[in-house]
Nanobody, 121 residues
Framework: QVHLAESGGGLVQPGGSLNLSCAAS????????MGWYRQAPGKQRELVAT???????NYEDSVKGRFTISRDSAKNTVYLQMNSLKPEDPAVYLC???????????????WGRGTQVTVSS
């Protein structure tokens, strides 16, 4: 099994910053895409940012220029630097990793439990 441990959420004032991290552990042969999603109460889960193993990134339009995704492949960790946080950003932020546990297996998606981000003055 692959386990994802997220950290870095919390309460921040509008305009503030947070840095989320998500570390994958367990039996891992390789990791493909890593990414962050968010889900606010009463809303559907939405993509925030993803990064491929080759370093290509994709961002949701409302976070472009404010959020930056990065990854440390040696540590199987993905980060989300969030700057200029807005009142519409609060949600549970969840990490998703596409990983292979053995070489001949297909890539499977694994989800973390999420970390709460609150923006309030």
């Amino acid at each position: 099994q692959v386990h994802l441990a997220e950290s870095g959420g919390g309460l921040v004032q509008p305009g503030g910053s947070l840095n989320l991290s998500c570390a994958a552990s367990g039996i891992i042969f390789s990791i493909d895409d890593m990414g962050w999603y968010r889900q606010a109460p009463g809303k559907q889960r939405e993509l925030v940012a993803t990064m491929t193993s080759g370093g290509f990134t994709n961002y949701e339009d409302s976070v472009k220029g404010r959020f930056t995704i990065s990854r440390d492949s040696a540590k199987n960790t993905v980060y989300l630097q969030m700057n200029s946080l807005k009142p519409e950003d609060p949600a549970v932020y969840l990490c998703k990793v596409g990983a292979r546990q053995v070489a001949w297996n297909a890539i499977r998606d694994y989800w973390g439990r999420g970390t709460q981000v609150t923006v309030s003055s």
